[in-house]
């Protein structure tokens, strides 16, 4: 067990919906990661907040958004959803934000588009 | 461009077989490596990371090398037992100043049937 939690565990949507994906991290660490995993793919990295504040993006579409809010849980928003989005979605955390520090990942999110 | 090449995509052994994974990138500035182990449908954990001047580091049964000069790492993985089937992924961090990024590996798929 990482200490970080993701919930829901599973989740199924239609195509046009919108859902929010939740992430606690570990407790101490500052820096959350959300990272997209599509079957059969290697990670995508998304998106890092550093204590409340954005601070690297990656390839995160338009249509998806995150946050970082005060108590250190963050938020993925997913909206608009395709079938392409259909993939395992995971946070990770680490104490500080510097590239390269140890993340620890949660058990991921199944997200479902049908 | 920076970019993690992993191989072999994938990898067949016995149980009890030795095995090496290969990691290859053009990364710059580099400022280490780590390697992920993940289980199928659960979050990477990492095994080990390396910093530009460390040549070999083991975590258990698992050895990673590195040569800067080549840009190349290997994971080593002895006396191999059916919990090792996993994928393995190469990270490389690369930091100039402000500007941080990781660059993340598709993996290898490793298999170590009875």
């Known amino acids: 067990d990482s200490g970080v939690t993701q919930t829901p565990k599973h989740l199924i949507t239609a195509t046009g919906q919108r859902v929010t994906l939740r992430c606690s991290p570990r407790s101490g660490d500052l820096s959350v990661y959300w990272y997209q995993q599509s079957l059969d793919q290697g990670l995508q990295f998304l998106i890092q907040y550093y204590n409340g504040e954005e601070r690297a993006k990656g390839n995160i579409l338009e249509r998806f958004s995150a946050q970082q809010f005060p108590d250190l849980h963050s938020e993925l928003n997913l909206s608009s959803l395709e079938l392409g989005d259909s993939a395992l979605y995971f946070c990770?955390?680490?104490?500080?934000?510097?590239?390269?520090?140890?993340?620890?990942f949660g058990p991921g999110t199944r997200l479902t588009v049908t | 461009k920076n970019q993690v090449e992993q191989s072999p995509q994938s990898l067949i052994i016995l149980e009890g077989k030795n095995c090496t994974l290969q990691c290859n990138y053009t990364v710059s500035p580099f400022s280490n490596l780590r390697w992920y182990k993940q289980d199928t449908g659960r979050g990477p954990v990492s095994l080990t990371i390396?910093?530009?001047s460390e040549n070999t580091k083991s975590n258990g049964r698992y050895t990673a090398t590195l040569d800067a000069d080549t840009k190349q790492s290997s994971l080593h993985i002895t006396a191999s037992q059916l919990s090792d089937s996993a994928s393995y992924i190469c990270v490389v961090s690369a930091s100039a100043g402000n500007n941080r990024k990781l660059i993340w590996g598709l993996g290898t798929s490793l298999a170590v049937n009875p």
């Open positions: 390396m910093t530009f």
């Open positions: 990770a955390s680490s104490v500080a934000p510097r590239t390269g520090d140890e993340q620890y």
